[in-house]
């Protein structure tokens, strides 16, 4: 079914989507009203010129507007293409660099964006040629809203849905071509696998909607089986982390998602007073995925959460990626999370996971099983299928794959390989093991760190590193760096308010008595000076890119309240300023001509 028909499908549905707001404020829309609302934005898009199969880029840090623009896009034909809006003042230019190739490598025609974000993005439309206008959310509602719905189009299952630009391509964007059959068979397989129930079922998401776990989760899988959602500001939630599970509480949540830092954080923040006022009985799947899983971390949270009627067995950590269009591995429904303990010497000294018993290993957590009609292989740098517990990379294969990369046919043909009975094969680029079809997850293969002809698993000795003390959680990066005719390792961490000064020789300690290494360098940072995505993710490769340049101190984020950032942001608004009049006079000149 493609989702052109899904949305029609609403018009004669219950239930619906609830915003809540940055001033605690909510507005629900039923079903109804969404598929209407979806028909007369679409209308707009044709009136302004849009034809079916254009790309529109998306910049909408609001919910709300998010969810009834992209409708609005998939309703008209069109393409749409998810952006992350800026983050940080201090990173603007950066931001705008990357929003133009992402513009460009996508080849939209048209950015809608807010009111309140348009100024900052005017500079895109000089960086991304192909662009041709701005669009705000505000005048496409008000135009709307006198707007007769347009008649659904004709769309084909393999015409694309929307581009989804993969985490951290901002140097070189790599769209991932979503199309209605692929994106159709990730919902249903995502959704059966978790037994979803639109009579009970109530969804409960932060998530961001430009990425693919917010995006396919929380709207497009629940459009096709119906199922009611809350969505929270994601920017609430990093202001105010116990919004999320407040809001679980109160709306009888059943299902939501996060990755494996939004978990940690929350269990430390979490007060005795909110753990007797929330009751998390109601929830049946509490995914966690998107990024390495910590054992630890699931251990904690469950552990903690009881308290509050949190059912252990409801976590239920997952694996996916926007190549496979989303979800790739569940563990089952109810089945508690198995942690697989491994023999550090026969993983790094031959790829093997051998289990230990005595717990003095390294600790992986199960991913679970692909869905029917999917397949998971374990293969070697030769594409050669291994055995189980054996250590190599993961490809999969099934319905759910994407298209491939838009307009990069080089891209496409390293990632999506045919073999030889004619299957395309998805290679992933993470490391992992089968033990009876369940996954296992190590990391990603062009992270591992090699010395002496030994692996390592950088987020293990990364987690190893956390416990140090004055080093925050989960912003601890490891990578290896030449030195010479071999390979050192580079330590580079956020440090606490006030770290001990002995912090970077207790990390070296730690570093040589776990894992027998003698790190070339350890880093102290402060915090937020780690590079991460636009969702949060740590990026290895663009720390150790940073460190070789030597501009990791140079590159730290500055606070919004700061006199500096005050005049950077004055700045830059009258230089975006001056762009919009230099480009409106630019079309007055050629109209006149």
């Known amino acids: 079914m493609s989702f052109v028909r899904a949305i029609d499908r609403l018009r004669t549905a219950s239930g619906g989507f609830t915003f809540l707001h940055a001033d605690g404020s909510e507005h629900t829309l039923s079903y109804p009203e969404i598929a209407e609302e979806a028909a007369r934005r679409a209308a707009v898009l044709k009136a302004r010129g849009v034809r079916q199969g254009d790309r529109i880029a998306l910049v909408l840090p609001d919910p709300q507007d998010f969810v009834l623009s992209f409708l ?8 749409a293409v998810p952006m992350y809006p800026p983050l940080s003042l201090g990173k603007l230019d950066q931001y705008l660099d990357s929003s133009a190739r992402v513009v460009s490598a996508a080849g939209a025609k048209l950015l809608v964006t807010s009111k309140q974000v348009e100024t900052i993005l005017w500079p895109v439309l000089q960086k991304a040629p192909g662009l041709r206008d701005l669009y705000t ?5 008000e135009a709307a809203a006198s707007a007769a719905p347009a008649a659904a189009p004709a769309v084909s299952m393999q015409d694309l849905v929307f581009l989804q630009f993969t ?8 769209g991932v071509r979503v199309t209605h059959q692929s994106l159709f068979d990730n919902c249903c397989a995502l959704l059966s696998a978790i ?3 639109p009579a009970i079922d109530m969804g409960v998401s ?3 909607l430009y990425h693919d776990m917010g995006l396919i989760g929380f709207v497009l899988g629940p459009l096709i089986f119906k199922i009611s959602c809350t969505f929270i500001p994601t ?4 202001k105010r982390p116990a919004l999320w599970l407040d809001t679980v509480s109160r709306k009888k949540g059943t299902i939501t998602f996060a990755p494996n830092f939004a978990y940690a954080l929350v269990e430390k923040r979490a007060t005795p007073e909110q753990l007797a006022k929330w009751d998390l009985s109601s929830v049946r799947v509490a995914g966690c995925g998107a990024e390495p899983i910590q054992a630890e971390t699931i251990a904690r949270f469950t552990e903690k959460f009881a308290t509050a009627k949190f059912p252990a067995h409801a976590l239920m950590p997952a694996y996916g990626m926007a190549e496979a269009t989303l979800a790739v591995a569940f563990n089952p429904v109810t089945k508690p999370f198995v942690v697989d303990v491994i023999d550090k010497a026969a993983y790094r000294d031959h790829k093997i996971a051998k289990p230990v018993k005595d717990g003095a290993g390294l600790s992986i957590v199960s991913c679970g099983y692909t869905f029917a009609g999917h397949a998971l292989r374990i293969v070697d740098d030769h594409g050669k299928t291994l055995g189980e517990r054996e250590v190599g990379e993961i490809i999969m294969a099934g319905p759910s794959l994407a298209d491939g990369y838009h307009e990069r046919a080089d891209a496409t043909a390293q990632a999506f390989r045919r073999g030889a009975d004619g299957t395309t094969w998805l290679y992933t680029g993470d490391l992992g093991y089968l033990v009876n079809g369940e996954l296992f997850i190590c990391g990603r293969k062009k992270d591992l760190i090699i010395i002496k002809g030994r692996n390592y698993v950088p987020q293990a000795i990364e987690w190893t590193l956390e416990q140090v003390d004055g080093v925050r959680k989960g912003n601890v990066v490891a990578f290896a760096v030449q030195d010479d005719s071999s390979e050192s390792a580079v330590v580079v961490l956020e440090a606490r308010k006030n770290p001990p000064p002995t912090i ?11 894992y027998a290494i003698v790190p070339k360098d350890v880093v102290v940072l402060a915090p937020g000076q780690l590079p991460k995505t636009s969702s949060g993710k740590l990026q290895r490769q663009k720390t150790k890119t940073m460190y070789q340049a030597g501009t990791l101190l140079v590159q730290g984020s500055r606070a919004f309240g700061s006199s500096a950032s005050k005049v950077e942001l004055a700045s830059h608004l009258f230089r975006s300023l001056r762009v919009k009049v230099r480009h409106r006079i630019k079309q007055i000149v050629s109209a006149n001509h």
């Not at 609005?72 to 393409?79: E, F, L, P």
């Open 72 to 79: 609005g896009v998939v309703y008209a034909g069109a393409v």
């Open 137 to 141: 959310v505000e005048k496409w509602n």
């Open 167 to 174: 985490s951290g391509s901002t140097a070189d964007p790599k």
């Open 195 to 197: 037994d979803c129930d």
């Open 206 to 208: 932060w998530l961001p």
């Open 235 to 238: 920017v609430s939630f990093i």
């Open 504 to 514: 970077a020789a207790d990390v070296r300690r730690l570093l040589n008595e776990q």
